[in-house]
C-alpha cells in the first residue's frame, strides 16, 4: 500500500507544507508516502511526476490523501480518475467575500474554490474528511458527520523549539520599557489589521503611548488597496511609531519575538485553524482574541476571547501587562493546551489510527 499526498503547491515552513511534510515522514515509518504537486518549494518530501503518479492511483490497495485548501482544477481531474481509496484533508478556504472589495482575481479563486469543496463532497461521497478544525467541518455541508474527522494539522514546534532565538531581538525586546505586542499573519483583508489599528489607538488614548504593535507576515500586491487602506488608518490614528510592519522572518528571528512580546492579539474575521495561536502558547506568550472563525476552538480554555468591542481588549492589555501573576496563569494554561492538544505524539496517535480505520472502513 502506497500513499500519495496532493496538494497544488508545497511550501517549506508554511502549515499545509509542514503537515505534508510530517505525514510523509510519520507514513514512511511503515509504508511509503509520496507527494503529488504542481509547485515543489518544499525538498523535504518525494515527489512523483504524471506518469509514476497515473500508475499509483490505478491501483486499489493505494490510498490518495489530497490536501484542498485551493481551487484546483487540474487535481480534481486527477482524482475523478483514481480507481484507488481516496482520504481528504481540509485546511479551509477563506470566503471570498473578504476579497470582493480589493482583487477580482482572489475573489474568484475563493468563490471557486469553495464550491469546489462541495464538488468533491458530492463527487466522492465515500470518502472520509480529516476537518483541520469543528469550524473546518462547518463547510461540508453536503458530507455526512460520520465521515467528518477533526484532527488538527501537524505543526514543527518540538523540532522548532529545540533552536536559539535571535539573541539580539529577543534582548531588546526583553529590556524595553514599552508593552510589545505581537501580531502573525499575512497582510489580507480576513486578518483584522483595521481592528488591531483600532485597539492600539483606544490603549493609547485611555493609557497612554508606551505601546508597539509588530506583524510578522508578508504583503501581497494582489491586495494593493487593502494595503493602502491599513497605511492610510496608521497616518489617520498617528500611530507611526506604534507600529511596525516587519514581513516575513526565519525561524531564530520569529522565535524571538514570540518569547520577548509581552502578548499576542489576534483579530482576525476569519480562521480555519490559526497556526500561530499554537505557536504562541508553546512559547508562552499570553493571547488576546477575537472570539471569531475556529480561534477559540484552537486557542482552548482559559484564554482571553472577547467580542468586538475595542475597550475591552485595551483593558486586557492592560491588566495582562501589569499583573504578572495574570500573564503567567495565562500563559500556562496556554502551553498546557498545547501539550494535551497539539503536541507530535498527540496528533499523530489520532491521525494514524483514523486514517488505519477509514482504510479498513473502505475495504
Avoid at 496563569?329 to 486514517?355: H, I, M, P, W
Wanted: proline content about 3%.
Amino acid at each position: 500500500m502506497v500513499f500519495i499526498q496532493m496538494h497544488q503547491n508545497v511550501i517549506n515552513h508554511d502549515a499545509i507544507g509542514n503537515d505534508i511534510e510530517i505525514i510523509s515522514n510519520i507514513l514512511n515509518e511503515e509504508y511509503e508516502c509520496l507527494v503529488y504537486a504542481d509547485f515543489q518549494f518544499n525538498k523535504n518530501v518525494k515527489y512523483i511526476d504524471d506518469e509514476q503518479f497515473n500508475n499509483l492511483i490505478n491501483d486499489s490497495e493505494n490510498v490518495i490523501i489530497y490536501h484542498h485548501s485551493v481551487y484546483w482544477e487540474k487535481g480534481y481531474e486527477k482524482l475523478k480518475s483514481a480507481k484507488c481509496r481516496i482520504v481528504f484533508r481540509y485546511h479551509n478556504i477563506t470566503p471570498e467575500e473578504f476579497f470582493k472589495p480589493y482583487n477580482d482575481l482572489s475573489y474568484l479563486l475563493c468563490k471557486k474554490g469553495r464550491e469546489q469543496t462541495l464538488e468533491l463532497g458530492k463527487e466522492f461521497p465515500d470518502s472520509y474528511w480529516f476537518c483541520d478544525s469543528t469550524f473546518n467541518s462547518l463547510d461540508l455541508t453536503n458530507v455526512g458527520e460520520k465521515r467528518k474527522i477533526v484532527c488538527p494539522p501537524f505543526n514543527k514546534m518540538e523540532e522548532w523549539g529545540k533552536k536559539s532565538p535571535d539573541e539580539g531581538i529577543l534582548k531588546e525586546l526583553k529590556e524595553s520599557n514599552i508593552i510589545n505586542i505581537l501580531f502573525v499573519g499575512r497582510v489580507v483583508p480576513n486578518k483584522g489589521h483595521l481592528m488591531l489599528l483600532d485597539i492600539i489607538r483606544c490603549y493609547k488614548d485611555y493609557y497612554g503611548y508606551n505601546i508597539k504593535l509588530r506583524v510578522i507576515g508578508k504583503f501581497f500586491d494582489d491586495v494593493e488597496d487593502y494595503n493602502d487602506i491599513v497605511k492610510q488608518r496608521i497616518e489617520e490614528y498617528d500611530l507611526s511609531d506604534n507600529i511596525e510592519f516587519i514581513g516575513e522572518v526565519n525561524d531564530n528571528t520569529l522565535m524571538a519575538y514570540y518569547m520577548g512580546s509581552d502578548l499576542m492579539l489576534v483579530c482576525s474575521d476569519h480562521e480555519g485553524f490559526c497556526v500561530p495561536v499554537i505557536e504562541a502558547q508553546y512559547f508562552g506568550l499570553p493571547i488576546v482574541a477575537l472570539s471569531k472563525g475556529a480561534v477559540p476552538e484552537t486557542a482552548g480554555p482559559n484564554q482571553i476571547l472577547l467580542d468586538g468591542n475595542i475597550k475591552k481588549y485595551a483593558g486586557a492589555i492592560k491588566k495582562i501587562t501589569e499583573n504578572k501573576e495574570y500573564s503567567d496563569y495565562l500563559a500556562q494554561k496556554g502551553r498546557e493546551n498545547y501539550d494535551n492538544r497539539f503536541s507530535l505524539e498527540t496528533v499523530k496517535e489520532f491521525f494514524l489510527s483514523s486514517l488505519i480505520k477509514m482504510i479498513k472502513t473502505d475495504k
